[in-house]
């Protein structure tokens, strides 16, 4: 599979007879963003729903019995492995957890190449995160079996973003006019990376508020620049709180930093405190990716302003979604 962007009408002659090869998505890699276009945002969305219906309804149901997907983490994951599996089962299939690739043969120096094919022997789609930016097109471009990229390295977090995009939908009701502020690492955050590429198919103002050291990357302000999206840098929160619509948090990456000093000068540079959010809007909401380490403070939680949780559990069905579609069964 090499597939970067989707190509709707490429069929992988390799994936079992009987899935629907005609459905969007079929044997398709999830490797960034880029490959999106509004049909299929509203189309994944749609099955979103669905699912977020059918667990409600039923809980579990077999639309993937028999299917097997491997979760290959190079890297910690809470949410996006734990929400893959949960996935994964409420749709009936099952899933070869590999979380510590230490206990792996990688760790006796496997390729990553190596890696995905012996595992699609075993699994009909390989869930894929790794350390560095570009690892997802790479396994892709050697294993047979849709890759999905849960993160690589600081590049893309596609799924993360697809269900970022979603939350902000569900809870806004609308993308077009607003207002959206990320803030805290935008260098080394793949979830904004992401995000801010996939927000460039609406028509919205983005707002990049950031230490110094830590500013929203040369390329990808030029993608967005490119796209004619208004978009603009702030040091300071309080330059833009007020006309935010929805505020997305991140994390300082404490371990992509080089130079620890460089990460003692600029953590903590932001906390959401609810004092803080009374020069909010009373109808914006708070995003983050989670996990948080003291960008928002616990007080807030309570605030119906507050929407990461809710996000997580948005992820699941977008996740249901994407598992359903890249194994042909919608
Ligand atoms: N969980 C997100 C990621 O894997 C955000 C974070 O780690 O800060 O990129």
């Known amino acids: ?26 044997g398709k890699d999830i490797l960034s963003v880029k490959q999106f276009n509004h049909a299929d945002l509203n189309y994944i969305f749609g099955v979103a729903h669905e699912m977020q219906e059918m667990v409600r309804r039923v809980g579990t149901f077999d639309m993937l019995k028999g299917k097997i997907l491997t979760n290959l983490f190079y890297e910690p994951s809470t949410r996006t492995s734990s929400s893959f599996t949960a996935a994964m089962e409420r749709l009936g299939g099952s899933v070869i957890p590999i979380n510590e690739v230490r206990y792996s ?20 789609v390989i869930v894929l995160r790794h350390p560095e930016t570009g690892s997802a097109a790479l396994a892709a471009q050697y294993g047979r079996k ?6 690589d390295g600081t590049g893309e977090h596609p799924t993360q973003a697809l269900l970022d995009l979603f939350t902000i939908l569900e809870e806004m009701g609308r993308v077009n006019g607003l207002t959206i502020t990320m803030l805290g690492d935008l260098k080394y955050g793949r979830t904004v990376h992401s995000l ?13 508020v950031s230490p110094e050291l830590l500013r929203m990357p040369a390329d990808v302000i030029k993608e967005i620049g490119d796209k004619l999206i208004p978009q603009a840098e702030y040091t300071s929160l309080d330059e833009v709180l007020a006309q935010t619509d929805v505020l997305y948090v991140t994390r300082v990456q404490k371990e992509r930093f080089e130079n620890p000093e460089d990460y003692e000068k600029v953590r903590g540079s932001y906390v959401i ?10 109808d914006m909401i708070v995003m983050h990716p989670l996990p948080r380490v003291g960008e928002i403070s616990m007080d807030f939680d309570d605030d119906p302003r507050a929407a990461y949780f809710r996000q997580m559990e948005y992820g699941l069905y977008v996740r249901m979604a994407l598992l359903a579609l890249v194994l042909g069964k919608t």
Request: aromatic residues 10%.
């Open 1 to 26: 599979m090499t597939i970067q962007t989707a190509n709707l009408n490429q069929v992988n002659p390799y994936l079992p007879f009987g899935d629907r090869q005609d459905a969007p998505f079929y």
């Open 105 to 124: 043969s990688v760790a006796k120096g496997e390729s990553l190449p190596d890696t995905i094919r012996s595992l699609e022997c075993y699994s009909d």
């Open 146 to 151: 849709p890759i999905i990229n849960a993160g």
């Open 196 to 208: 801010a590429r996939l927000l460039t198919l609406y028509n919205v103002k983005l707002n990049y």
């Open 273 to 282: 405190t609810p004092e803080l959010m009374t020069k909010a809007k009373s």
